[in-house]
């Protein structure tokens, strides 16, 4: 007998080799999800984090290369652990996607680049597929390819119903998945340092407000995705807007819909994560400052809670900002905002044992980039104020992080965030009105203004989308 456990030996070690290497490539393991928690190899995973959507774009002409660098340099440096950035361009300048299902090699590796320099850096990415709007291709795109194919096709909203686009997109999500990296040599679908997917950036239905028609198409994309790749999380890149499914929820939505529904999307067993976005200086477009902070509290208090007790998932908080192109707007005003949303998702975390994730603001960029820039953009060696809060923000969620033993270990606080129902013996999350961070003073000028809207390069897709909104 000991002769033949001898003999085995080796087999038994090649097979627990094997068995360590299908939950880690590389020595590296992917992000999970535990209960209303992210854990990375069972520890739990809080992170501060940016958006930056032109990475793929800029690094596609290889001059330019050293803008993607440089950011994720100055990221890690101010401890931004997780980046989201697009994996389209469906048509146009610098196209990816060139017609459907076919792909500019140059651009792809241009990608390969991106996911390349954010392993380097230590960042994970979360990566969208397609744009709800007309930026970079979308759906626009998809319905005009179909159009020009034959297909029976009226207008965009038809992206979420026609089986010749959802043909081609399923083929785009295929054709991402498994891309091998030509510097990684890693297939996409097979690397620890993609985060998550998403489905498609803001998604919007302007011939279905109940959020039905969208519903059905996250329950299809995402068994197809999850069906090619079960290593990554994924989530659909909501903004956060309340449909039918829960009627008494709408009262948070900022009094128009837009197709979508939080909860019953969100519900969908393979979507691991939910999302919001926030735009209250556009959603809100000619109310205070004042009114604008509290939209956005209560926005994040009631999708933090439906995370944790109805849906059961992680939240992210995966867009904010505010705009330099805000009448009377100064760096101060947005360092107010900026470390008000910073302070709830941090409360909100320690009190919810890291239900509420972390925070991706919108966006950070790199010097020279005048083309690309919104009125969002924070240059992080230029905007001092503003990067010592990101690096505050960052600190501390990795010290919270590193305070709490597993997933799941919730804190009885509750006295400490409260719900927006009017119970005054809560004390809710402080959207102060003057906010004090180590080494940082910043006070809050509340001014009433009117939000104008502006033209933007074609590059740019956080305000143009926006008019149509508010029906």
Request: with cysteine.
């Amino acid at each position: 007998m000991a002769n033949f456990i001898i003999s085995i030996l080796p087999y038994i070690c090649i097979i627990f080799a094997f068995s360590y290497l299908a939950q880690s490539t590389n020595g590296e393991s992917f992000v999970k999800t535990q209960g209303t928690e992210f854990a990375l190899d069972g520890r739990p995973f809080l992170f501060n984090g940016f958006n930056s959507y032109w990475m793929m774009h800029v690094a596609a002409n290889p001059r330019e290369r050293n803008k993607v660098t440089e950011v994720f340099s100055e990221a890690a440096a101010n401890g931004l652990t997780v980046c989201r950035t697009w994996v389209f361009t469906d048509g146009g300048d610098r196209a990816l996607q060139l017609s459907p299902g076919v792909y500019d090699e140059r651009v792809f590796e241009a990608l390969d680049f991106v996911i390349s320099e954010a392993k380097t850096y230590g960042i994970h990415l979360i990566l969208s597929f397609v744009n709800n709007f007309k930026d970079f291709g979308g759906r626009a795109q998809y319905v005009e390819w179909a159009r020009n194919a034959g297909a029976a096709v009226n207008g965009e909203d038809d992206f979420y119903t026609s089986s010749v686009v959802k043909g081609y997109y399923q083929n785009h999500i295929k054709s991402i998945l498994t891309r091998v990296n030509t510097i990684t040599k890693l297939a996409y679908k097979d690397e620890p340092a993609i985060l998550a997917w998403e489905l498609i950036n803001e998604p919007r239905c302007q011939s279905d407000y109940s959020g039905r028609t969208i519903n059905a198409w996250v329950e299809e994309m995402a068994a197809y995705t999850k069906s090619l790749d079960s290593n990554h999380l994924l989530e659909v890149g909501m903004e956060g807007f309340y449909g039918d499914s829960m009627p008494g929820k709408k009262q948070y939505n900022p009094g128009y819909q837009v197709g979508t529904d939080y909860i019953s999307s969100n519900l969908v067993k393979e979507i691991d994560f939910a999302t919001i976005h926030a735009y209250p200086d556009i959603w809100l477009s000619g109310q205070n400052d004042g009114s604008q902070t509290e939209f956005v509290r209560r926005w994040m208090w009631s999708h933090w809670e439906d995370a944790r007790t109805i849906l059961r998932k992680p939240l992210i908080f995966a867009e904010f900002g505010k705009s330099k192109k805000d009448p009377g707007y100064s760096e101060n005003e947005r360092d107010v905002f900026i470390n008000a949303v910073y302070t709830n998702i941090y409360s909100f975390a320690r009190t919810g044992g890291g239900s509420m994730a972390g925070g991706l603001v919108w966006q950070v960029m790199a010097e020279g980039m005048d083309s690309y820039y919104d009125g969002y953009e924070i240059i992080l060696p230029r905007d001092p104020s503003t990067t010592a809060l990101i690096n505050k923000q960052s600190h501390v969620m990795k010290v919270l992080a590193q305070t709490m033993r597993r997933p799941n270990m919730v804190e009885n606080t509750g006295s400490e965030v409260g719900d927006a129902s009017g119970d005054k013996s809560i004390r809710k999350p402080h959207f102060q009105a003057r906010a004090k961070t180590e080494g940082v003073h910043v006070h809050a000028h509340h001014h009433r203004h009117h939000h104008r809207r502006h033209g933007h390069h074609s590059y740019y897709r956080r305000n143009a989308h926006k008019e149509q909104g508010q029906h």
